[in-house]
């Protein structure tokens, strides 16, 4: 199946045939739905709070916000999308602006942000004096400032690649953002991924907040910490040239040649003492 | 030959009220004043100056609804209302029951008893809505328009 970033640009894409389309589905309904109230999960908001739902396109991802008795206010590049949130008559407050542009909020306005199926298109440029990677900063500053201080975003996209997975992490991380992904179903069909973000530390809650806390106490979920492994490894695990690790592979790889090589003991790979 | 017996839908054939597109009398739609607390203009050059927020409303038409009180979110969103950009627009929109200065932090029990600041707030934050009219900044001059209550902040190609 063809990806619809690839094809048109999104205001021009969710036209009102598509939009209609898109919201009368009712399998999209259903897994806009249980999508939105899976990232609602993850944020854990204690009370009502005010939230901005990033492409919020006809308000499906909102009303859950609703159902939730939060306030959200939406933000949309698509006018028939809107136009039937409007029909629909969802609780939020919509605009309609592209989020590439920024996010036209007052800094430490929202409590929280949600998007659902949304910044993928932002990897994509549609003209020629804007770039994907410009349109990704430009959101993620927006949206770190607009946060408050302690507050979370959690952000549900396709990426069609690696690439675009780690370059929308790394806008974020740039932003200043503590990010994580988190992966339903992984390795299926089915995979939903989603990027949880969390601004400074959670001074409400006490303590350090991040992304391995805001996942520790739901069921299901390993944790796959990779700062570690890139902290200690140095290059990516592989032993350095000359230490006793790399000579012990080296002659390994001879013997495995069939070469003469001189067996392995303690005093492999040490140091001679300088000579005086 | 016989005659094609006529169709009849199978019972799960029938439209799911879900899927049926709903009818269009509905309200016109409307933007909350709590939200132009919190809008600022889009423009990366006007963030930093101090006359891009509040955006000045021009030329707006208003509507009253009435929506139930919610002391508990009230009280969470107090802190970040910013009181003086609040008071201009009030002042731009002809409400002055508002007090001078932002009133301390009531206990949510205290202002479901009271009758009068926090509902004051509630019924010109949430209550008071645009329907239609123009958001200005007062850095740049640009109008955001506003449309069944949609601001537009697209910036042309040429602004961003």
């Excluded at chain 1, 201080?149 to 997975?165: H, I």
């Excluded at chain 1, 790889?253 to 492999?268: F, I, L």
């Excluded at chain 2, 609804?65 to 009230?74: R, V």
Aim: proline share 7%.
């Amino acid at each position: 199946m063809s990806r619809p970033e690839d094809t048109l640009p999104p205001d021009l894409f969710y036209n009102d045939r598509e939009s209609q389309k898109y919201t009368t589905s009712s399998r999209i309904q259903t897994i806009q739905t249980s999508m939105a109230q899976r990232a609602l999960s993850l944020l854990s908001l204690p009370h009502p709070s005010l939230i901005l739902d990033v492409g919020c396109g006809s308000g499906l991802s909102g009303e859950a916000l609703t159902a939730s008795e939060h306030t959200w206010i939406g933000m949309d590049i698509s006018a028939s999308m809107l136009a039937i949130a409007l029909d629909r008559e969802t609780a939020g407050d919509l605009f309609l602006a592209d989020i590439g542009q920024g996010v036209p909020f007052r800094p430490g306005t929202f409590d929280a942000a949600i998007s659902i199926s949304a910044i993928q298109w932002l990897c994509n440029a549609d003209s020629s004096h804007v770039s994907a990677t410009g349109r990704l900063a430009r959101f993620f500053e927006g949206l770190y400032a607009s946060l408050k201080r302690g507050g979370k975003a959690v952000l549900q996209f396709y990426p069609k690649n690696e690439v675009q997975r780690s370059m929308i992490t790394g806008a974020a991380i740039r932003a200043g953002f503590g990010a994580g992904l988190l992966e339903d179903d992984p390795g299926t069909k089915n995979v939903k991924v989603y990027l949880v973000l969390t601004v400074g530390a959670g001074a409400e809650e006490g303590g350090a907040e991040d992304v391995t806390n805001v996942v520790r106490g739901l069921e299901g979920v390993d944790v796959i910490d990779e700062r570690r492994k890139g902290r200690g490894g140095g290059r990516g695990g592989e032993d350095k040239k000359g230490s006793k690790g790399w000579i012990l592979r080296k002659k390994e790889q001879g013997r495995n040649k069939g070469k003469v090589v001189k067996a392995d003991s303690k005093y492999t790979g040490r140091k001679r003492r300088p000579a005086f | 030959m016989t005659a094609k017996p006529p169709f009849i839908p199978p019972p799960h054939f029938t439209l799911h009220p879900t899927n049926l597109p709903l009818p269009p009398t509905t309200p016109p739609p409307k933007m909350k004043i709590l939200t132009t607390n919190y809008l600022t203009c889009a423009l990366r050059a006007c963030k930093s100056h101090p006359s891009s927020f509040p955006l000045h409303f021009r030329d707006a038409e208003l509507q009253q609804d009435s929506l139930p009180f919610n002391a508990a979110f009230i009280a969470n969103i107090l802190p970040r209302i910013d009181w003086p950009a609040l008071l201009t627009t009030a002042t731009e929109l002809g409400f002055t029951g508002l007090p001078a200065e932002k009133p301390d932090l009531l206990a949510t029990a205290e202002m479901e008893a009271d009758e009068g600041v926090g509902r004051e707030l509630h019924r010109i934050l949430l209550e008071t809505q645009v329907v239609e009219g123009k958001l200005v900044c007062g850095n740049c001059g640009h109008e955001y328009a506003i449309h069944q209550g949609i601001a537009n902040f697209l910036l042309p190609g040429h602004l961003v």
